[in-house]
């Protein structure tokens, strides 16, 4: 794990997730430009945040979201991971999903997932600016 570009970190302070092995790919087939910023400095950088245990004598990573799943919010990086979950903790919220669009909130019947119940971000964009154009209309 790394910390900002940085050496490792000590088990349970979050940072990026990376590895090398034999299992890990080698490269983005046709695109160099994101094969050099995914292998830096010979692992391999999962955008990942997460945090390591030490259990048994051996270490066991927990990850807590994506990298690039943070939005600016009144000046503040913000995780779009984090929010979603503190949202869904709310008993009177039945389920939620963040994307960054200028300051609003906008109720869906359903929010696109994967069947593994993953949040389909790009798609719930296109959803909520679908949306967004119909209630400001023609122009």
């Not at 692992?43 to 990573?61: K, L, M, T, Y």
């Not at 119940?117 to 154009?133: D, I, M, N, S, Y």
Request: glycine share 10%.
């Amino acid at each position: 794990m790394s910390r900002r570009r940085t050496a490792g970190v000590p088990p349970g302070q979050v940072g990026e997730v990376c590895m090398r092995g034999l299992n890990v790919m080698s490269r983005y087939l046709g695109n160099d430009d994101a094969t050099g910023e995914a292998f830096r400095g010979g692992w391999f950088h999962s955008q990942d945040p997460g945090f390591r245990v030490e259990a048994n004598g051996r270490d066991f990573f927990t990850l807590t979201g994506r990298v690039k799943n943070i939005a600016e919010v009144a000046g503040e990086t913000v995780s779009l991971d984090e929010m979603d979950r503190a949202l869904r903790a709310l008993p009177q919220v039945r389920d939620a999903a963040c994307v960054a669009l200028p300051e609003r909130f906008i109720a869906l019947d359903r929010i696109p997932r994967t069947p593994a119940g993953k949040v389909l971000r790009p798609e719930l964009r296109t959803v909520l600016q679908h949306r967004e154009a119909q209630a400001i209309g023609p122009a």
